[in-house]
């Protein structure tokens, strides 16, 4: 995951750079780890537990995460082809001028007669063609032959014949088989922009090569023009290439528009599911756009499909929120009344009472709904004032009762160590009698200070807890004096007619649940067979079965002890 969190990193870098060659290799470098790293996932793939929430989370991150690349590895081709449409811009107008060009020198070496002009004009016309960007691949060969006919013309009808040395026919040869040699090296570049770069180069500087042997110039001609169409031919098989390329965007254009369908037709009732379609309509429409080029004649029928849902869907949403006003005036009433209440019971003394009234109210509140940007924060702060008077008054009423509750906290750590003193006697009847006293004396010191009631509960309970469970007892026996110990502790706890009925409905709904758990276990024990391989699922199956029943004895005993506790308390 960290490895990829960089790759993400790096990417974004280079999207957010101006596009170059440079870029393009670290671009392709990085993408080809981040193919391996996709690759080696998908081999490893396993299912994944629907209950293992953690796992689920990692495959969800995971998950984003390899969009989040793939997006961003479509933006940096995104960027490649923007850069390509202005090279190309480029490139035609360059055409336009080279073709003025030769126009002009056609007409130059056809019809200037002064031999000292001439010489002048070509060089004028050279220089022009050189400063000339780049042009078309298309039209490049022709006007490059073009021009390379009319520097021949020029070379041969006049320096040839009136200018030229054999010095220069030698060294012409020379440079010309140097040209040669590098368009065969240039053949084993496989970066197609730098290939076509190149190539022009060479291009431009065989034509301003001058004349050479006339006998060797056909054969040098031939050897020229094969190896420049060789490297054409690549240049033009790379680009038949991206014509892939775009139909792999037509398909992932396709796939959006589905995608785009299954949320865009739902019906929304509430404002969080329309939020949430929003954002989600929204992500696609960002994905869309991350999305490259497409078959020219598939571009305008997607697009016009694609626009034409999402439009349908907004429009839809712009219904909706309409006939929301109503809504929120009908919820402000609402709330307002909901205010009211809480103001008729923010002076009452009945704490426990009235603060589960006042919870109630807040959760009802929580319910209603929004109630419009305009009254909702103010309705809010108006329930939030008249609830708060009530609780800060009842926090001060209780810490007036933990000042007065001081000193049963003293007596209630005096007692804790002291049962943590406490050494078994011999008889263990007389021990149980003893740990029942503690129980009863810490019951009978009443309420501690609202912040310590836990701490000193938990301490006093470790303290018992420890002790009933160094008795010699058989199982049955510990099991009931380890409860009633606990039976105990539960009538010492803030409100124990409560405690005690919640732990009783806890065993009854435990009871219940182990005999549907039985139930079931008895129901699979028809569908093993008798055959040798069935034989320990057949047992693990009655193991639970008679642990369950025996559990279930066991709560059962429970519940008749807080029969006689309660017989005994009457």
């Known amino acids: 995951m960290t490895e990829k969190i960089s790759i993400k990193e790096k990417l974004s870098e280079l999207v957010n750079a101006p596009y170059s060659k440079v870029?393009?290799?670290?671009?392709?470098?990085t993408i080809a780890t981040f193919?391996?790293?996709?690759?080696?996932e998908k081999e490893q793939e396993v299912e994944i537990d629907e209950e293992n929430k953690e796992a689920i989370a990692?495959?969800?991150e995971n998950k984003q995460l390899n969009a989040t690349i793939l997006g961003l590895i479509q933006q940096f081709k995104n960027n490649k082809v923007a850069f390509a449409d202005a090279l190309k811009q480029e490139e035609e107008k360059n055409g336009l001028l080279k073709k003025e060009i030769i126009n002009d020198f056609r007409k130059l070496v056809e019809d200037e007669e002064n031999l000292g002009a001439?010489?002048?004009?070509?060089?004028?016309?050279?220089?022009?063609?050189?400063?000339?960007g780049n042009v078309p691949s298309k039209i490049f060969q022709k006007l490059q032959a073009e021009y390379s006919k009319l520097n021949e013309d020029f070379s041969y009808n006049v320096n040839i014949y009136k200018a030229l040395q054999d010095n220069d026919l030698k060294k012409n040869y020379s440079l010309k088989n140097q040209v040669i040699h590098q368009v065969k090296e240039l053949q084993t570049n496989d970066k197609v922009k730098?290939?076509?770069?190149q190539v022009r180069i060479l291009q431009n500087k065989w034509d301003e090569i001058g004349p050479t042997y006339k006998e060797h110039w056909e054969k040098l001609k031939e050897e020229y023009w094969s190896n420049i169409q060789a490297i054409y031919d690549k240049i033009k098989?790379?680009?038949e290439s991206q014509k892939e390329a775009q139909f792999e965007n037509l398909a992932k254009k396709k796939a959006l528009i589905e995608e785009l369908k299954e949320t865009a037709v739902q019906q929304f009732e509430k404002h969080s599911d329309w939020d949430k379609a929003t954002k989600a309509i929204i992500a696609i429409q960002n994905e869309w756009k991350k999305v490259g080029y497409v078959p020219k004649e598939e571009n305008e029928s997607t697009w016009n499909t694609f626009r034409e849902i999402s439009n349908n869907f907004f429009d839809r949403k712009s219904e909706f929120y309409k006939g929301r006003n109503d809504q929120f005036s009908g919820n402000a009433k609402l709330k307002q009344d909901l205010i009211n209440k809480v103001d008729a019971l923010k002076e009452s003394k009945e704490w426990r009472t009235t603060a589960e009234t006042i919870k109630k109210l807040q959760n009802e509140w929580k319910k209603i709904g929004h109630a419009g940007r305009v009254n909702e924060q103010k309705l809010w702060?108006?329930?939030?004032?008249?609830?708060?008077?009530?609780?800060?008054?009842?926090?001060?009423?209780?810490?007036?009762?933990?000042?007065?509750?001081?000193?049963?906290?003293?007596?209630?750590?005096?007692?804790?160590?002291?049962i943590e003193a406490f050494k078994p006697l011999e008889d263990v009847k007389e021990t149980l009698n003893q740990l029942k006293n503690f129980s009863k004396e810490f019951l009978a010191i009443g309420n501690v200070p609202f912040k310590e009631k836990d701490r000193v509960y938990k301490a006093y309970k470790t303290a018992l807890d420890n002790l009933y469970d160094g008795l010699k007892l058989d199982k049955v026996e510990k099991e009931k004096a380890l409860f009633e110990a606990k039976?105990?502790?539960?009538?010492?706890?803030?409100?124990?007619?409560?405690?005690?009925?919640?732990?009783?409905e806890k065993i009854r709904k435990r009871i219940t649940e182990l005999t549907k758990e039985i139930t079931n276990y008895e129901n699979n024990l028809g569908f093993f067979s008798a055959s040798k391989g069935s034989e320990s699922l057949f047992k693990g199956v009655k193991d639970k079965i008679d642990g369950g029943k025996a559990n279930i004895e066991k709560l059962k005993r429970q519940l008749k002890q807080f029969s006689k506790i309660e017989i005994e308390k009457e």
Do not use: M
């Open 237 to 239: 098989a790379h680009y």
């Open 118 to 132: 001439l010489f002048g004009k070509v060089k004028e016309i050279r220089e022009k063609w050189n400063n000339v």
């Open 58 to 60: 990692q495959f969800e």
């Open 381 to 418: 702060t108006a329930f939030r004032a008249k609830c708060d008077a009530f609780f800060d008054a009842r926090t001060k009423h209780f810490e007036a009762q933990d000042e007065a509750n001081t000193g049963n906290l003293k007596l209630k750590e005096e007692l804790i160590a002291k």
């Open 35 to 40: 193919n391996t790293l996709f690759k080696e």
């Open 23 to 29: 870029a393009e290799q670290e671009f392709n470098a």
């Open 487 to 504: 039976i105990e502790t539960l009538k010492s706890s803030i409100n124990p007619v409560k405690t005690i009925q919640i732990e009783k």
């Open 194 to 197: 730098e290939l076509e770069k």
